[in-house]
Protein backbone atom coordinates (compact mmCIF):
# COMPACT_ATOMS: atom_id res chain seq x y z
CA UNK A 1 0.00 0.00 0.00
CA UNK A 2 1.28 3.19 -1.15
CA UNK A 3 0.32 6.67 0.27
CA UNK A 4 1.41 10.42 0.23
CA UNK A 5 1.26 12.35 3.58
CA UNK A 6 1.50 15.98 3.77
CA UNK A 7 1.47 18.80 6.45
CA UNK A 8 1.74 22.85 6.84
CA UNK A 9 2.64 25.15 9.71
CA UNK A 10 2.24 28.56 10.00
CA UNK A 11 4.72 29.83 12.46
CA UNK A 12 6.42 33.45 12.87
CA UNK A 13 9.04 34.95 10.75
CA UNK A 14 12.60 34.59 12.50
CA UNK A 15 14.59 37.32 10.50
CA UNK A 16 14.18 40.15 8.22
CA UNK A 17 16.21 40.87 4.93
CA UNK A 18 16.23 44.83 4.21
CA UNK A 19 17.31 46.10 1.41
CA UNK A 20 19.65 49.43 1.64
CA UNK A 21 20.82 52.18 -0.62
CA UNK A 22 22.86 55.29 -1.22
CA UNK A 23 23.05 57.34 -4.10
CA UNK A 24 23.91 60.62 -5.40
CA UNK A 25 23.97 62.54 -8.00
CA UNK A 26 26.24 65.54 -8.98
CA UNK A 27 28.32 67.10 -11.83
CA UNK A 28 31.63 64.72 -11.28
CA UNK A 29 32.00 61.36 -10.68
CA UNK A 30 34.00 62.26 -7.60
CA UNK A 31 31.67 64.51 -5.91
CA UNK A 32 29.03 62.17 -6.43
CA UNK A 33 30.91 59.31 -4.76
CA UNK A 34 31.91 61.87 -1.67
CA UNK A 35 27.97 62.07 -0.92
CA UNK A 36 27.63 58.49 -1.27
CA UNK A 37 30.95 57.77 0.93
CA UNK A 38 28.65 59.96 3.17
CA UNK A 39 25.59 58.43 3.48
CA UNK A 40 27.69 55.09 3.69
CA UNK A 41 29.13 56.26 6.43
CA UNK A 42 25.97 56.88 7.95
CA UNK A 43 24.79 53.68 7.39
CA UNK A 44 27.75 51.50 8.72
CA UNK A 45 27.36 54.10 12.52
CA UNK A 46 23.68 53.05 12.56
CA UNK A 47 24.23 49.57 12.32
CA UNK A 48 27.39 47.79 12.48
CA UNK A 49 28.38 46.79 15.70
CA UNK A 50 24.88 46.63 17.01
CA UNK A 51 23.62 43.64 19.29
CA UNK A 52 20.53 44.12 17.76
CA UNK A 53 21.53 43.68 13.83
CA UNK A 54 22.85 39.96 12.63
CA UNK A 55 24.80 41.30 9.48
CA UNK A 56 25.18 44.18 7.49
CA UNK A 57 26.77 44.10 4.06
CA UNK A 58 27.06 46.96 1.88
CA UNK A 59 28.56 45.37 -0.93
CA UNK A 60 27.77 46.89 -4.65
CA UNK A 61 28.50 50.02 -5.99
CA UNK A 62 27.76 51.52 -9.44
CA UNK A 63 28.43 54.77 -11.08
CA UNK A 64 26.46 55.89 -14.47
CA UNK A 65 26.26 58.96 -16.59
CA UNK A 66 23.01 60.69 -15.19
CA UNK A 67 20.77 61.82 -18.79
CA UNK A 68 17.91 63.71 -18.81
CA UNK A 69 15.57 64.36 -22.29
CA UNK A 70 15.83 67.52 -23.77
CA UNK A 71 12.99 68.98 -25.89
CA UNK A 72 14.57 71.48 -27.71
CA UNK A 73 17.41 69.67 -28.65
CA UNK A 74 15.13 66.30 -28.90
CA UNK A 75 17.62 64.47 -27.57
CA UNK A 76 18.79 62.94 -24.41
CA UNK A 77 21.61 65.39 -22.63
CA UNK A 78 24.44 64.74 -20.10
CA UNK A 79 23.49 66.05 -16.58
CA UNK A 80 26.24 64.28 -14.28
CA UNK A 81 27.08 61.16 -12.44
CA UNK A 82 25.02 59.03 -10.46
CA UNK A 83 26.97 56.68 -7.73
CA UNK A 84 25.06 54.20 -5.57
CA UNK A 85 26.01 51.88 -3.19
CA UNK A 86 23.89 48.69 -2.38
CA UNK A 87 23.52 46.03 0.40
CA UNK A 88 21.11 44.84 2.94
CA UNK A 89 21.49 44.52 6.86
CA UNK A 90 19.79 41.21 8.99
CA UNK A 91 17.34 41.61 11.49
CA UNK A 92 16.00 39.75 14.12
CA UNK A 93 12.06 39.95 14.12
CA UNK A 94 11.87 41.56 17.32
CA UNK A 95 14.28 44.88 16.72
CA UNK A 96 13.11 45.42 13.33
CA UNK A 97 10.91 48.40 14.49
CA UNK A 98 13.86 50.17 16.19
CA UNK A 99 16.52 49.07 13.29
CA UNK A 100 14.51 50.55 10.26
CA UNK A 101 13.59 53.29 12.09
CA UNK A 102 16.86 54.37 13.17
CA UNK A 103 18.42 53.64 8.97
CA UNK A 104 15.29 55.78 8.42
CA UNK A 105 17.05 58.55 10.14
CA UNK A 106 20.20 58.41 7.69
CA UNK A 107 19.99 59.50 4.49
CA UNK A 108 20.04 56.07 3.22
CA UNK A 109 16.70 54.66 1.10
CA UNK A 110 15.01 51.68 2.17
CA UNK A 111 14.26 49.56 -0.10
CA UNK A 112 11.86 45.92 0.35
CA UNK A 113 11.93 44.20 3.95
CA UNK A 114 11.25 40.38 3.28
CA UNK A 115 11.08 37.99 5.99
CA UNK A 116 12.21 34.45 6.32
CA UNK A 117 12.84 31.11 8.87
CA UNK A 118 16.45 30.35 10.11
CA UNK A 119 17.19 26.69 8.65
CA UNK A 120 17.52 25.01 12.24
CA UNK A 121 13.61 26.16 13.01
CA UNK A 122 12.21 23.94 14.79
CA UNK A 123 8.83 23.91 12.44
CA UNK A 124 11.06 22.44 9.81
CA UNK A 125 11.09 19.35 11.59
CA UNK A 126 7.57 19.47 13.28
CA UNK A 127 6.14 19.67 10.00
CA UNK A 128 7.75 16.64 8.89
CA UNK A 129 6.28 15.15 11.68
CA UNK A 130 3.08 15.66 11.07
CA UNK A 131 3.73 14.64 7.39
CA UNK A 132 4.01 10.83 8.47
CA UNK A 133 1.07 11.16 10.39
CA UNK A 134 -0.68 12.01 8.24
CA UNK A 135 0.83 9.44 5.75
CA UNK A 136 -0.08 6.52 8.62
CA UNK A 137 -3.51 8.16 8.82
CA UNK A 138 -4.16 7.71 5.04
CA UNK A 139 -2.69 4.33 5.20
CA UNK A 140 -4.61 3.29 8.03
CA UNK A 141 -8.28 4.46 6.44
CA UNK A 142 -7.26 2.40 2.92
CA UNK A 143 -6.89 -0.59 5.01
CA UNK A 144 -10.30 0.24 6.94
CA UNK A 145 -11.91 0.82 3.36
CA UNK A 146 -10.77 -3.16 2.56
CA UNK A 147 -11.20 -4.15 5.77
CA UNK A 148 -7.92 -5.10 6.09
CA UNK A 149 -5.52 -4.43 8.83
CA UNK A 150 -2.36 -2.19 8.58
CA UNK A 151 0.90 -4.11 8.52
CA UNK A 152 4.54 -2.87 8.62
CA UNK A 153 5.71 0.10 7.50
CA UNK A 154 7.97 -0.84 4.76
CA UNK A 155 9.60 2.93 2.86
CA UNK A 156 9.16 5.96 4.25
CA UNK A 157 10.67 8.68 1.84
CA UNK A 158 10.57 12.39 0.25
CA UNK A 159 8.34 12.61 -2.89
CA UNK A 160 8.86 11.25 -5.96
CA UNK A 161 11.50 8.69 -4.69
CA UNK A 162 8.75 5.87 -4.47
CA UNK A 163 7.95 5.45 -7.91
CA UNK A 164 9.40 7.13 -11.49
CA UNK A 165 7.25 10.25 -11.14
CA UNK A 166 8.32 13.16 -10.79
CA UNK A 167 7.67 15.09 -7.23
CA UNK A 168 5.74 18.63 -7.45
CA UNK A 169 8.01 20.99 -6.09
CA UNK A 170 7.13 22.46 -2.78
CA UNK A 171 8.00 25.76 -0.96
CA UNK A 172 9.78 25.12 2.54
CA UNK A 173 9.25 28.21 3.46
CA UNK A 174 7.62 31.66 2.12
CA UNK A 175 9.16 34.95 2.50
CA UNK A 176 6.77 37.79 1.79
CA UNK A 177 8.64 41.30 0.41
CA UNK A 178 6.98 44.03 1.28
CA UNK A 179 7.95 47.91 -0.10
CA UNK A 180 9.23 50.68 2.65
CA UNK A 181 9.85 53.92 1.51
CA UNK A 182 13.11 55.32 3.99
CA UNK A 183 13.59 59.24 4.94
CA UNK A 184 16.14 61.01 4.36
CA UNK A 185 17.63 63.21 6.77
CA UNK A 186 16.14 65.78 8.94
CA UNK A 187 14.78 63.17 11.82
CA UNK A 188 16.17 62.91 15.48
CA UNK A 189 18.64 60.11 15.72
CA UNK A 190 15.97 57.63 17.54
CA UNK A 191 13.93 57.90 14.27
CA UNK A 192 10.00 57.53 14.40
CA UNK A 193 9.08 54.04 14.60
CA UNK A 194 6.22 52.55 12.67
CA UNK A 195 5.43 49.44 13.74
CA UNK A 196 5.84 46.62 11.45
CA UNK A 197 3.95 43.14 11.90
CA UNK A 198 5.96 40.22 10.56
CA UNK A 199 4.53 38.04 8.26
CA UNK A 200 3.60 34.54 9.11
CA UNK A 201 5.79 31.59 7.24
CA UNK A 202 4.41 28.50 5.87
CA UNK A 203 5.85 25.61 5.98
CA UNK A 204 5.13 22.59 3.60
CA UNK A 205 6.39 18.62 3.37
CA UNK A 206 5.35 15.60 2.12
CA UNK A 207 6.25 11.87 2.49
CA UNK A 208 5.44 9.04 0.49
CA UNK A 209 5.18 5.48 2.25
CA UNK A 210 4.79 1.87 1.71
CA UNK A 211 2.67 -0.75 4.19
CA UNK A 212 2.60 -3.60 4.51
CA UNK A 213 -1.79 -4.83 4.69
CA UNK A 214 -3.07 -7.86 6.68
Not at 2 to 20: F, I, K
Not at 23 to 49: G, I, N, Y
Not at 70 to 86: K, M, S
Not at 111 to 123: F, T
Amino acid sequence: LNVRGSASLEVPADYASVSLSADATRATRESALEVVQSTVFELRQALEDRPDVRAVSLSRIRVQEATEYDRDLQTRVHTGWTATVTGKVLIDTDHVTVVVARVAATAGEIGYLSWYLDDDNEAYRQVRVDAVADAFRAAGDFAGALNRQLGELRVLADPGLLSAQVAEAEPMARAMAMAFDGAAGGIADDGVEIELDPEMQTVYASVEATFDVL
